[in-house]
């Protein structure tokens, strides 16, 4: 191996040897200056670092992987710290190397990553004002693919992330700033070196955001971040098929996904459903009943995603995502629902409501019955068992939590400790108290069957 090839193989190493050094011994910083040359020269990290060893920029480390070039303010120290650490704990990833230079106001910010793992990123004093800024360059450090779309897309996602503070909240304001895009299909099917889909087009930024989010939420960071360095290393200037493989499904459902995220964005906040349909879902879901649901899905989504404040929505969404679930053709509609991620808000924001314990019963439920293995299964039931109790407790005279303390009663195996006696017992006194006559006829009429001997046929 030649001297080049180390020095290459060890650049972030010796850079921040470099910066190290040049904080208090300008001798050793010549010396790894010179080293870094044959590297370097010519590219502006190099220049930059040889502005340090002259003497005409002050440097600062601000933490391991953190350093700024240039006059610093005590607030804008602050910001860059606050919101680096803020980044790398949503995404649950260690913050990569980055130099800060800052420069002259009026320049726009920019980052320039000209080797592989390391950021120089310029910015104005006047930038590191302003939090959004400082976060949208910064996510691009995390994470770069050389196509526009998708680096703008994520840096804005992360920008709303740092300022909203959660992801439904972020895509929700993306939803709003998202109107009058151009397609995600064009967005996606060309590199946009050349940056006329993006510049100055806010919109652009926000729908890509949103396409963000949605890609974040449905593979997980890991796969995301895997899915951007395979798309920089293959130069593609089409995202769509790449994006599809790591989704893991064919490339005519990627522009169904596309079309429904462009919709959300086009239209922002949607129209709530009528009371009829709010009435349709709570009934179907006491009773377990899927007909005449089809097709409901996708409305509910997207008026919950764009409305995250709306609990009594989310409330009926997750009941109708619960339901769609175990309906064949609405399955794959039904997994688009964030559910997870809905139930956890409602949870802490509503603790105290029957109808929240009955709707995390259910979830439990679902997740059984998708468990391949015994111990997850006896995990689902025990916690489902614990939920239960609770609940039976707390509220012995609520429909929806007698209702779904029967249901796991059905859905438990025997063996797990389930009894069609108990279920009978408990939908007798959901009956009793159900809201509706015709819900509290059927509720009575199953615990009358469930109670008598098994007829087998
Ligand atoms: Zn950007």
Redesign the pocket.
């Known amino acids: 191996m030649n001297d080049r090839q180390s020095l290459q193989d060890h650049l972030v190493e010796t850079v921040q040897a470099f910066l190290k050094a040049a904080n208090n011994d300008a001798s050793e910083a010549r010396k790894l200056l010179s080293g870094l040359a044959p590297v370097l020269r010519g590219r502006v990290l190099f220049d930059t670092l040889a502005d340090v060893v002259s003497g005409d920029r002050h440097l600062h480390s601000l933490a391991a992987n953190l350093h700024v070039i240039g006059p610093l303010s005590e607030r804008g120290n602050e910001i860059l710290v606050d919101t680096l650490s803020r980044i790398a704990k949503f995404l649950d990833r260690k913050s990569p190397f980055i130099i800060v230079n800052i420069g002259q106001d009026g320049k726009p910010a920019r980052i320039i990553q000209e080797v592989a793992g390391i950021s120089l990123i310029e910015f104005s004093p006047q930038d590191l004002s302003d939090p959004g800024t400082v976060a ?1 360059e910064l996510a ?1 450090a995390f994470a770069l693919s050389d196509h526009r779309a998708l ?2 897309g994520f ?1 804005t996602y992360v920008e709303y992330l740092v300022a909203t503070g959660s992801h439904d909240a972020a895509c929700a304001e993306l939803s709003r700033s998202a109107a009058e895009a151009p397609s995600l299909d064009s967005l996606l099917a060309h590199r946009w070196r050349d940056r006329p889909c993006f510049e100055g087009m806010p919109g652009s930024h926000a729908l890509a955001g949103l396409l963000a989010g949605r890609l974040l939420e449905r593979m997980g960071t890991s796969a995301f971040l895997q899915m951007i360095s395979s798309v920089r290393e293959a130069k593609v200037e089409d995202a769509r098929p790449l994006i599809a493989n790591s989704l893991g499904i064919p490339l005519h459902e990627l522009s169904g996904l596309l079309a429904s995220v462009a919709t959300t964005g086009r239209h922002g906040t949607k129209i709530r459903p009528s009371p009829l349909q709010f009435h349709r879902i709570r009934t179907s879901f006491l009773l377990g009943q899927t007909d005449g649901l089809a097709a409901e899905m996708g409305p509910w989504r997207e008026y919950v995603l764009a409305n995250p404040d709306d609990d009594d929505a989310a409330v009926h969404a997750v009941m109708l995502a619960l339901l769609a679930r175990t309906v064949p053709d609405q399955a794959e509609e039904a997994a688009r629902f964030p559910l997870e991620a809905v139930l956890d808000g409602l949870r802490r924001r509503l603790p105290h409501d029957p109808v929240i314990f009955a709707l995390c019963l259910a979830w439990e439920g679902a997740k059984a019955q998708t468990s391949t293995s015994y111990l997850a299964l006896r995990d689902c039931f025990a916690r489902a068992r614990a939920i239960a109790e609770a609940a039976l407790d707390q509220f012995p005279r609520s429909c929806d939590v007698l209702v779904a303390v029967a249901k796991l009663e059905l859905q438990t195996p025997v063996e797990y400790g389930g009894s069609r006696g108990r279920a009978a017992n408990l939908l007798t006194r959901a009956a009793a108290v159900a809201p509706w006559p015709d819900v509290a006829a059927i509720l009575a009429g199953t615990a009358e069957r469930l109670a008598s001997p098994l007829e087998i046929s």
Do not use: Y
């Open positions: 949208h691009h680096d703008e840096a």
